[in-house]
Nanobody, 127 residues
Framework: QVQLVESGGGLVQAGGSLRLSCVASGRTFSGGTMAWFRQAPGEEREFAAA????????SYADSVRGRFTISRDNARNTVYLQMNSLKPEDTAVYYC????????????????????WGQGTQVTVSS
């Protein structure tokens, strides 16, 4: 496993932007998949975006596609989630996840496939 630390959450008005960061440390890996999930109160954890560490191939949930962008900086062992045009329904705790394996597009969306998780960062979007 690796250790993941998220940052960048906060309070923003609808239509605003935030950028989340997730730094990986410890037993880092040269491949695999990193992803962002989110969980609103009383809801299940849901997939937002994922990136293959080596190729940079990305995938997104329909609810965020066109507004969110996931990217990674291999040299800094960091993955980012740029969130634009935020909506109140984007309010949630956002979690960074990682796994050494390379997943298909459908597999990336399942939280059960990831063995490392960060502690989460709160994002609140006011209307």
């Amino acid at each position: 496993q690796v250790q993941l630390v998220e940052s960048g959450g906060g309070l923003v008005q609808a239509g605003g932007s935030l950028r989340l960061s997730c730094v990986a440390s410890g037993r880092t890996f040269s491949g695999g998949t990193m992803a962002w999930f989110r969980q609103a109160p009383g809801e299940e954890r849901e997939f937002a975006a994922a990136v293959r560490w080596n190729s940079g191939s990305t995938s997104y949930a329909d609810s965020v596609r066109g507004r969110f962008t996931i990217s990674r900086d291999n040299a800094r062992n960091t993955v980012y989630l740029q969130m634009n045009s935020l909506k109140p329904e984007d309010t949630a705790v956002y979690y960074c996840a990682a796994d050494r394996r390379i997943f298909s597009v459908s597999e990336r969306a399942s939280p059960r496939n990831y063995d490392s998780w960060g502690q989460g960062t709160q994002v609140t979007v006011s209307s």
